[in-house]
């Protein structure tokens, strides 16, 4: 819907677009719909074959204009990311933007707060720094002329949460060590963290330290639930990459190349030899060019990745219409001709 300068005031999808329009003429005074249909001067739609593209589209569109009408998608959602600094002893740092610094990236995150929160629990259990940028590193194993030893620079030595690579507390095979072991944590290859902080919550319990221990079980909560999130979520987008056929009204099928969640590809369902060896190629161009690292995402693109997951999730029969890029290739990137592309399923 657009308004007197042909600015665009809302977007929206129906299957049945006629009716959608009349209730907004039928809506009562004081309304949503009334106040958006006075300011309506122009109607434009686009017409789209299947449910999925139009979900896809109206959440592009939105985020593209941020039609004032709009609600969902239309505020501009923030997302977090974990960083492994790339420093003499790195750091473990939520940021909310990804640059091009060499660090190590996990993410996005929709919740930046909780992420800030989970990631000083993985520190201090790690024994990690969380000191500013630029604080001198001095290793135990550091040949010095003079010798620069001296207090930590922080409290969090005395008290035994951090490895204090700042006074020669620890070697340089220490620290990174445990560098490595939230680096394995991230990926769900570890629990040892969550071990740590279990033994730690029952000798407190048994020491009767009750609102210590029950310190160590939130914290132990919050890294349990996080890494369960992070595991599924990258095992999510991982395996969302497959060529997908989506049956489309009155025969328009379609195929979506979808990559690590991403839509790159709208493509009519091949129908003769030709069209087969052109929409093959594609799929080579496609899913050999280098994937873009997590956290090199813009918001948008989460964005995307979250609808695709989710439609996958509450649509479970929708991935036997999928098809691995390998296997399309080999099923169809013959130069044969057959009378049409079957279901994947």
């Not at 492994?84 to 929709?110: K, N």
């Not at 207090?151 to 060590?177: F, N, V, W």
């Not at 496609?286 to 609808?307: K, N, T």
Request: with cysteine.
């Amino acid at each position: 819907m657009l308004g007197p300068g042909q600015e665009i005031l809302y977007v929206g999808k129906s299957v049945r677009v006629k009716t959608r329009l009349l209730s907004y003429f039928r809506a009562e005074p004081g309304e949503k719909a009334a106040k958006l249909i006075r300011e309506t001067h122009d109607v434009a739609w686009e017409y789209l074959p299947n449910e999925f593209a139009s979900l896809v589209r109206e959440m592009r569109l939105i985020k593209r204009w941020r039609p004032r009408f709009n609600v969902e998608h239309r505020r501009k959602r923030a997302f977090a990311f974990l960083k492994i600094t790339r420093e003499p002893a790195p750091r473990l740092v939520p940021v909310s933007r990804v640059r091009p610094d060499g660090a190590i990236y996990f993410g996005p995150f929709p919740r930046p707060r909780c992420l800030a929160l989970t990631v000083r629990d993985l520190a201090h259990l790690l024994g990690l720094r969380d000191c500013r940028e630029g604080v001198p590193i001095l290793f135990a194993d550091q040949l010095e002329m003079f010798n620069r030893a001296g207090k930590p620079h922080c409290i969090r030595a005395e008290t035994g949460s951090c490895l204090a690579p700042c006074s020669g507390a620890c070697t340089t095979a220490d620290y990174h060590q445990q560098v490595e072991e939230a680096r394995r944590f991230l990926e769900g290859r570890s629990r040892t963290p969550l071990r740590r902080l279990r033994e730690e919550m029952e000798r407190s319990s048994e020491a009767l330290e009750y609102e210590y221990a029950a310190c160590c079980r939130d914290r132990l909560q919050r890294l349990e639930d996080f890494q369960e999130q992070v595991v599924a979520f990258r095992g999510r987008v991982e395996g969302l990459s497959f060529v997908y056929r989506v049956p489309g009204f009155r025969g328009a099928d379609r195929l979506y190349l979808i990559r690590k969640g991403m839509v790159e590809e709208e493509i009519p369902l091949p129908r003769t030899r030709k069209a087969r060896k052109a929409v093959t190629r594609t799929i080579r161009t496609v899913y050999r060019r280098p994937a873009p690292e997590p956290g090199s995402l813009s918001p948008e693109a989460a964005s995307e990745i979250l609808l695709v997951a989710r439609w996958f999730r509450l649509r479970h029969e929708e991935m036997s219409r999928t098809l691995s890029p390998d296997r399309w290739i080999s099923r169809y990137g013959r130069d044969t001709l057959t009378a049409s592309v079957p279901s994947p399923g």
